[in-house]
């Protein structure tokens, strides 16, 4: 991880470098699938007051709305990765197990992000050039996970492997 900071910082800074066109609104904050309950018939997002770790000025600014995505879209990875860590399977059949979350994470993350882009059209909040969605969408992930890290390592050590993963899937060339 530590070979990859320099490549993190650059990343940070072609985002900062960059002139953004979409308007920033306020957002959730904490998005993520803990703060959506199905009814029934629709769903509900709950607990609007944003992240718990951040002041109250913080949590009032507005931000890229690309934020609340990137939230949601790293907890596909964390209930992916909780559902292995619930199962009793031996550590010869974790590959195979690792291999099929990983396609669950990449195909609700893709329906999630198509049917948000979709919604919400040609909304000011939303980058309308797949450059801007881009970058935007990658920095707030990035941000995301790097929350995550230092999260973990202060509160749950033996989960910091999901934001790890997270951040090397963003950062290192596929």
Do not use: C
């Not at 619930?86 to 010869?92: D, G």
């Not at 801007?132 to 910091?160: G, H, S």
């Amino acid at each position: 991880m530590l070979e990859l900071e320099a490549r993190i910082a650059s990343m940070l800074k072609a985002f900062l470098a960059r002139r953004l066109t979409t308007t920033r609104i306020r957002v959730h904050g904490d998005y993520h699938l803990g703060q959506v309950l199905y009814t029934g018939h629709d769903f509900v997002i709950i607990d609007f007051e944003g992240e718990p770790t951040r002041t109250l000025y913080e949590r009032r600014l507005k931000r890229l709305a690309m934020r609340d995505v990137a939230g949601m879209l790293r907890s596909f990875s964390y209930a992916s990765q909780a559902a292995l860590r619930s199962q009793q399977a031996t550590p010869e059949r974790m590959p195979e197990l690792q291999g099929w979350a990983r396609f669950w994470v990449d195909t609700v993350s893709a329906a999630f992000l198509k049917s948000y882009l979709a919604t919400a059209g040609n909304a000011s909040w939303v980058p309308q050039n797949q450059d801007d969605l881009a970058l935007q969408l990658t920095t707030m992930l990035l941000e995301k996970a790097l929350y995550e890290l230092r999260y973990e390592l202060n509160l749950r050590p033996d989960w910091v492997r999901i934001p790890l993963r997270g951040i090397i899937d963003l950062v290192t060339p596929q």
